[in-house]
């Protein structure tokens, strides 16, 4: 709709209300002054046509007068109209229970009247709960028996509400044709009776129909002329939702704005008319165009408005859909767990109702959230189980969603080939289906699985294709998914075949890779998507260092970084500050424990001496029995008096681990942040008195400064959060080869500075399955403490062999050795750092948090050690195999 005739419409809506109020008011002063029975049911039935379009609320009212002063005189004919009524009412509410109750009454009443006309009336009626239902089979049965009573009564009314009931049920089934044919044949009769809300209905029911299949101009021309037949008669209910259906014709061409301010508009008559249903389904429908958008917040405020409004109204459909839409905002954000909660509610929700189609879709929503969160076994298991059901529903669209959903839990566990079998499947059932939005989706990953397979041109056909219908769509989130997928591409397609993609793919319009992630960057930042962000970013430095524009490369290579440090930010930030917090918090546990246990035994040993002098002075004789009684109190307490020894030495070890902590915050840490102090004058007097020598090697001892600040940082905030349970973790196979590379480069700077070579001689494709931060993190400290400890020229060797599902990494150095005496404490906090070879300082986190993040990847560290010789330290972690099963 153009902007000057929202303005008409208003303008209109305004005049009509007032007009329609006063017709209203009108029709209640006749009715207390009518003369006879006959004029009073002919006013009645006015006002409830009135009020069914003006105020729900005084429909229930005006029908319990109806059926009241039918019964009196015993009119059942005029009795079926007021039931008639009365399930309008409850269905809008919407009230299911009510509703069938009140059918089953309107049925037999008008089988025993016999009237043909209001028999076409109530199958109809009962048929629409039947639908929202999803009781298909009995929906068919009921307006067959509708249209036979409609076309014997000759009553063109009742006949139209038939064919349109029929239209309906037609689309529901996703019958297109067939529902727009009935939809004609209901406007035509509408037509013919010139009843302006019917003639409306009809042309809105036609929109309805184009917007399925995609022609989104004629739907809004069908909704255009609808509304002025229902602002002619006063109908709200019908303009809220015709200006719903604006809205989510304006969603699918990506018109935000106008979608936006439909809506609105909807959620402004739905109030008025007290329609809660349509008011929350609005909400939901708001939700989604912020989603796509990229504004999260907004859309979870949206959400949980619908979600308020649906539990107020027991609506569960509704909830549950509700639900998956916070759920999947959860899942973008990495919120895994809060995700996961939700789904599977409306998992347990959908079983306990028998309801195969919300079962389906909750089984498809936690097939995802697991695959995303790397939990691939779990992700196969829901993913058939959707399946499944899809296949027994005989739906299309939740079939292609499940077959999408196995396909990524297959490619992301490593079974490429059923992952590719799979997807080509579903781009061929896509391509004869002409569903646009699910061929996208399955080109994207179809396109990701070919270029794990290495082949980079079938991966690139799949992924322009996919652009091409991602900008068609104007789904900004999907578009950036797309050329994150395709800037990778293109990149490993360049490295491993310079210049032969390039020929192939000449014409393409994104052959300009660089252009291609620079632009897809400045899209993910003004929409605030943040793991793209993040992606291209990572793609971008590759692609420069790959290019030679070193500083170029450093630029996005820190942004990276920072980006993708920034999801642990909040997290570090908490996790110190209530470190303190903590131990402080166990020490007290232990104070009051060991108080409490010291009082128990000063207490017990009262009572005993009292018992003791009682026996004494009353029964001498019982001397033997008193001495066997003290020789077993004696004993409890010795046992008492161990536990204290222990809990003292706890509480020792606890303050041991604090002091050192704090003591590293206090001197570590502070200690290269002092060394920075004044670096700004001292550059500026070097620059002035020309000095370039002393800048050079001024930038050397800040890199070199800096590199040791992050590195203790990291393991400082990562030992903080293993120690608060919170450090994220997601689990995935990983190549131990590449993770060794990394750490290698990483400390390339460190080992030549003391012509220390790093040997790599882990086998390349040793998969293991480990967070992968704390795989970095494992390699990174192991191979910084081999460094350190080894001698100037010498050799630092990195093995790594798979055995029985797990496998091993082996890091050793012919450097100085460990001291027996240390071996015991070498992996706790207590212990005091040891100075390297060269006088490197430590702050003994590094060896500690190998130890921590080994065991909350299922493995472990060990060590072998020999004075003067050297050391080896061995990690293991879960292989390939061990990971299938887990």
Request: charged residues 25%; glycine residues 8%.
């Amino acid at each position: 709709m153009k902007p000057c005739f929202f303005s008409m419409l208003l303008f209109l809506l305004t005049a009509t209300a007032i007009a329609q109020q006063g017709y209203a008011d009108s029709l209640e002063a006749e009715l207390k002054k009518a003369p006879g029975r006959k004029i009073e049911f002919e006013l009645l039935e006015k006002l409830l046509k009135e009020y069914r379009k003006t105020d729900p609320a005084k429909v229930r009212e005006t029908a319990a007068t109806f059926l009241q002063k039918a019964n009196e005189a015993g009119d059942s004919s005029m009795m079926v109209s007021g039931l008639l009524a009365f399930y309008d009412y409850y269905y809008f509410k919407p009230e299911m229970d009510s509703c069938k109750m009140v059918m089953e009454q309107c049925l037999q009443l008008a089988k025993r009247v016999g009237d043909h006309k209001q028999l076409a009336h109530a199958y109809a009626a009962a048929s629409r709960t039947a639908r929202r239902e999803r009781r298909f089979g009995q929906v068919e049965k009921l307006l067959r028996q509708a249209l036979s009573h409609a076309k014997k009564s000759g009553d063109k009314q009742a006949l139209s509400q038939v064919y349109g009931s029929l239209g309906t049920f037609k689309n529901s089934v996703r019958k297109f044709d067939e529902a727009l044919g009935f939809y004609k044949k209901s406007l035509r009769l509408q037509e013919q009776t010139g009843e302006p809300s019917g003639i409306g209905f009809g042309h809105k029911q036609i929109g309805f129909i184009y917007l399925r299949q995609g022609k989104y101009e004629a739907a809004l021309q069908e909704f255009d002329r609808a509304m002025p037949y229902f602002i002619e008669s006063g109908h709200l209910a019908y303009q809220a939702r015709v200006y719903n259906d604006i809205g989510v014709t304006y969603k699918k061409m990506g018109k935000w704005a106008e979608a936006l301010q439909a809506y609105d508009k909807a959620v402004g008559l739905a109030k008025q008319q007290g329609d809660q249903h349509l008011v929350a389904r609005t909400f939901n429908n708001k939700g989604v165009v912020f989603k796509i958008q990229g504004k999260y917040d907004e859309a979870v405020e949206m959400y949980r408005q619908s979600e308020q409004i649906s539990i107020a109204q027991k609506d569960s459909f509704s909830l549950a859909l509700v639900h998956t839409n916070i759920g999947n905002i959860y899942k973008l954000k990495g919120e895994y767990g809060k995700a996961i909660e939700l789904f599977q509610n409306n998992l347990s929700h959908a079983e306990s109702k028998g309801d195969p189609f919300e079962t389906q879709k909750a089984a498809y929503s936690l097939a995802n959230v697991y695959s995303e969160s790397g939990n691939f076994g779990l992700a196969q298991k829901y993913a058939l189980r959707a399946l499944k059901m899809a296949a027994e529903n005989g739906k299309t669209n939740p079939l292609l969603m499940s077959q999408l959903a196995l396909a990524d839990a297959y490619s992301g566990s490593g079974q490429t080939e059923l992952a590719d079998s799979l997807l080509q499947k579903n781009v061929e059932l896509t391509r004869q289906q002409k569903s646009k939005p699910y061929l996208a989706y399955s080109l994207k990953n179809l396109g990701q699985v070919k270029l794990e397979k290495k082949d980079y041109q079938s991966a690139l056909a799949n992924l322009f294709e996919a652009l091409q219908l991602a900008e068609a769509k104007g789904d900004h989130k999907f578009m950036l998914e797309v050329l994150e997928g395709l800037g990778k591409a293109l990149l490993e397609a360049e490295q491993a075949q310079p210049g032969e993609i390039r020929r192939q793919f000449a014409s393409s319009r994104s052959m300009d890779l660089e252009q291609l992630l620079l632009n897809a960057l400045a899209e993910a930042e003004a929409t605030g998507t943040f793991a793209s962000t993040v992606g291209i970013s990572d793609l971008l430095a590759r692609y420069y260092e790959y290019r030679g524009d070193y500083r170029s490369a450093y630029f996005y290579k820190n942004k990276y970084a920072e980006q993708r440090d920034s999801v642990y930010q909040n997290a570090h930030a908490e996790a110190v500050a209530e470190l303190e917090t903590t131990f402080e918090t166990k020490r007290k546990e232990q104070e009051n424990a060991l108080l409490k246990t010291q009082n128990e035994v000063i207490a017990s040993q009262n009572k005993t001496y009292l018992a003791a002098a009682l026996l004494l002075g009353a029964l001498l004789a019982l001397t033997f029995f008193f001495f066997s009684k003290t020789k077993s109190l004696n004993k409890k307490l010795a046992a008492q008096n161990l536990t204290i020894e222990k809990q003292n030495k706890d509480l020792q070890s606890l303050n041991q681990t604090k002091d050192r902590f704090f003591g590293i915050i206090a001197h570590d840490l502070r200690s290269p942040m002092l060394a920075f102090q004044g670096i700004g004058k001292q550059i500026a007097y070097f620059i002035k008195k020309e000095k370039t020598g002393k800048l050079l090697e001024m930038a050397a001892a800040v890199d070199e400064t800096s590199a040791k600040l992050n590195e203790l940082l990291d393991n400082l905030l990562n030992w903080a959060l293993l120690q608060t349970g919170s450090i994220p973790h997601r689990p995935q196979l990983l190549d131990l080869s590449d993770a060794v590379e990394q750490a290698k480069a990483l400390l390339s700077g460190i080992a030549a500075a003391k012509q220390v070579e790093i040997i790599n001689n882990a086998p390349a494709g040793l998969l293991v399955f480990s967070d992968e931060n704390a795989l970095r993190t494992i390699a990174r400290n192991l191979l910084a403490n081999a460094v350190k400890f080894s001698h100037i020229g010498g050799t630092v060797t990195v093995s790594a062999h798979a055995e029985n599902g797990f496998a091993t990494l082996s890091v050793s150095d012919n450097g100085i050795g460990i001291p027996p005496e240390k071996m015991e404490s070498l992996f706790t906090l207590g212990m005091q750092s040891t100075t390297g070879t060269a006088g490197e300082k430590g702050t003994g986190l590094g060896l500690l948090l190998c130890a921590e993040l080994a065991q909350a990847n299922g493995g472990r560290i060990t060590v072998e050690s020999e004075l003067g010789k050297g050391s080896t330290f061995r990690v293991l972690l879960p292989g390939q195999g061990a990971s299938r099963h887990s």
